[in-house]
C-alpha cells in the first residue's frame, strides 16, 4: 500500500533512475529555474534571461526568428523529402510528382518546403531591413552584420540549388542560365576576361566545376542536390553559430538606441 | 667560514654559467629546438595545402558521359542551298545551314544567356524563347539581349564524305574567325 502522506510521483522522483536524469527537481525559484537552464545542454543555448525590449516586435520585427524558424521547417521537410527523391535524370521529377500524388501527407511536405523556402528569402531581406533602420550594424556589431551578409548570401545559393532538384523547366533553365552566367566570370570561367589567357576552356572553368561536366547533366543534378542538403547546409550552420553567439555576446539582441 | 664563502663561490659561478646560457640562447632560441619547430610546422601547413589542391581537383572530373563533341551529319549532297538542317538540334544542339558559298554549322546556344533558340522557317530567323533575342540565318544578332553573333563551329569533310563537326572548336563573327577556312565548308 502507498503512504498516504507521499504519493507515486514523489516516490518516483526519489529513485536514483530519475535523480540521474533530472538533477535539479521542480522547486519553483529564480535560482532553481537559472540553474534548471544552465544546466540543460538544449535550453542552455538559449540565454537564461533576455531584456524585455527583446520581444518588442516594434522593434525586432522578429524577422532574425521566424527566419531561424522557416530555416528549421525546411531542415525538417527536407530530410522528408530526402526519403522518396533520387536525385538523377531518370528519376528526380517524377519522384516530386509521387511525392506530390502517391505519398502520404507527401504534398504537404513538398508544398511546406517550397513555401518555407520562397518565404525564407523573403524574410531574410525583411530582418536584413530592421537591422539597418534600427542601426544594430553599428558598433560593436559590425562584424555580426558581415556574418549576416554572409548569411544572406548562402540562403540565396540553397534557394538556387533547390530550385534545379525537381529537374523542371523552371529549375533545368534556371541553372543553365546561372551556369552561363559563371562561365563569363573573369580569370576563372572560359568566356569572361583573362579566362582564356589563363587556359580555361569549357572543360576545366569554374562552370565545368559547378557542373561536372560541360553539359547540364545528370551529375549537374547530383552536385546541386550534395550542394543543396549537406554542403551548404553545414557551412550556414557554422555561420548560424557565431551569428547567435554575436548577438548573446552583445548582451541580447540590440534594444532601441 | 671558508664552506660558506665556497659556496657563494659556487652560487656565483653558477649564475654567470646561467647568465651566458640566457644569453647564447637569446640569440638563438635553441637552434636546434627552432629549426625542428619551423620544420614540422612546415610539414603541416604543407599538408594541409596538399590536401586542398586535393580537394579542389576533387571536382573536376577525368572522363565524362557526355556526346562525343565530333558527330557527323550526313553527305554535303543531302542539303539544299538556303536550307537549315534542325534535326541535329536536340542531340547534338547544332544547326547545320548551307548557303551558296558553302556549308557551315551554328551552335545552338543563345548567346545572351545560354538558352536554346528555335528556327523558324516562316521568318528566316533564330530566335530565342527565353529572352527574345533573334538572329539572322547567318547567326548575326539583331534584335534582343544578344550581345554577339551565334558561333559557328569547325567544320570539314571526313574520309567518308560526311560533313564532320567539331563542337570543340569555336568560331566568332566579332572576332574575324568566321574568315576562317575550317569555320565553313566550300563545297
Redesign the interface.
Known sequence: MDDKKTSVSEKVQETQVFKSVFRHGFEDTVRNRVLKVMSNVFLHLHPARIALHGIKIRHTWCMGGITFFLFLILTLTGVLLMFYYHPDKANAYNDMKYLEHDVPFGIIMRNMHRWAAHLMVITVWLHMFRVVMTGSYRAPREFNWVVGVVLLTLTLLLSFTGYLLPDDQLGF?AV??G???ARATPVVGHEGPLGEELGMT?Y?DVR??LL????V???ALLRAYVWHCIGIPVVFTLFLIVHFWRVRKDGGISGPL | MAEISSRREEASAAEETAGRDVKAAESCLSCRRQFLRRTGWFGVYAALAGMAACLLRFFFPRVLFEASPIFKAGLPENYGVGHVETKYKAEYGVWIVREADGIYALLAVCTHLGCTPVWFEGDDRFKCPCHGSTFTREGVNYEGPAPRPLERLKIDLAEDGQIRIDKRKRFRLEKGEWEDPAAVLRV
Open positions: 533553365w543553365t542560365v551556369t552561363n552566367m569549357a576545366n565545368f566545376a561536372g561536366g560541360s553539359e547533366g545528370g551529375n
